[in-house]
């Protein structure tokens, strides 16, 4: 959520995150849609959580910016099984892109119910939605869906992610996947900045830690003043017919700069 790193006077940001902010990772997902699907129109949902709503209006605000022309933006409730009233009016609005910005859990009853009302919409979604199990709850339903997630696989190219990647491999048979590389990379963060600190008290650590630089399993790892990560790599992955994962684009260093900070 964006918000969080407004929190406060500056002295006192004594926190930093690997991952972007869900704003940049909306703005990224609006750039696709009219950049590479053409899209000219789309409808927005989401799951009125923090994550998602943020997500949202990045998406719907860049989406509007681009030129496209936003057809219906509101929220639904996640905890629903049921969004055939939703999804009706999705039918007759027939957008472009049917976004969702949430979790996967409505990700997946969404897309598989509307591919059951014969929508037809390009579905795009988020990271937090990525997963074997939105693909266990979607089915062959959510084929040909996009989302937009941090590097998967070696697609950041550095020594580190390599390490990591063989590593998983060989010990627990097991292919890294984002979060993998981002929970590796904030463990970097603690050590690189306790070892810049030269300390582990509480107030050096503070002082420290928005001055830490390194070449992580995700690229390159430095930050802002508030403590974003000052650029950031995204994907979009788009699942196949045969339900696995593939990456279609990469865009390379996005600066939190491009939206404001």
Do not use: C
Request: charged share 20%; glycine share 8%.
């Amino acid at each position: 959520n964006p918000s969080w790193a407004k929190l406060g006077p500056m002295h006192l940001r004594n926190f930093t995150r690997i991952s972007g902010g869900d704003d940049l990772e909306g703005l990224i997902q609006a750039q696709f849609a009219i950049q590479k699907l053409h899209a000219k129109t789309t409808v927005a949902l989401n799951d009125q959580e923090a994550f998602g709503e943020a997500f949202a209006q990045a998406y719907v605000n860049e989406f509007k910016k681009l030129g496209g022309k936003v057809l219906d933006y509101e929220g639904i409730d996640p905890t629903q099984n049921n969004y055939s009233a939703i999804l009706s009016k999705v039918k007759s609005l027939n957008p472009d892109i049917l976004e969702f910005a949430g979790f996967y859990q409505p990700a997946a009853l969404l897309v598989k119910q509307a591919r059951q009302m014969g929508i037809t919409s390009t579905y795009l979604t988020d990271s937090a939605v990525y997963g074997q199990k939105y693909l266990g709850i979607a089915g062959k339903a959510a084929a040909g869906s996009y989302m937009t997630n941090l590097p998967l696989g070696s697609a950041t190219n550095t020594p580190l992610e390599k390490y990591l990647a063989d590593n998983m491999k060989s010990k627990y048979n097991i292919n890294v996947d984002p979060i993998d590389a981002n929970t590796f990379d904030a463990v970097i963060d603690v050590w690189k900045t306790a070892e810049l600190a030269k300390s582990i008290q509480p107030e050096a650590l503070i002082k420290a830690m928005h001055n830490v630089k390194f070449e992580g399993a995700t690229g390159q790892v430095s930050f802002l003043p508030d403590g974003d990560r000052a650029q950031v790599d995204y994907t979009i992955m788009e699942v196949t017919p045969q339900l696995t994962y593939k990456t279609v684009m990469r865009f390379k260093e996005v600066l939190h700069s491009s939206i404001g900070g």
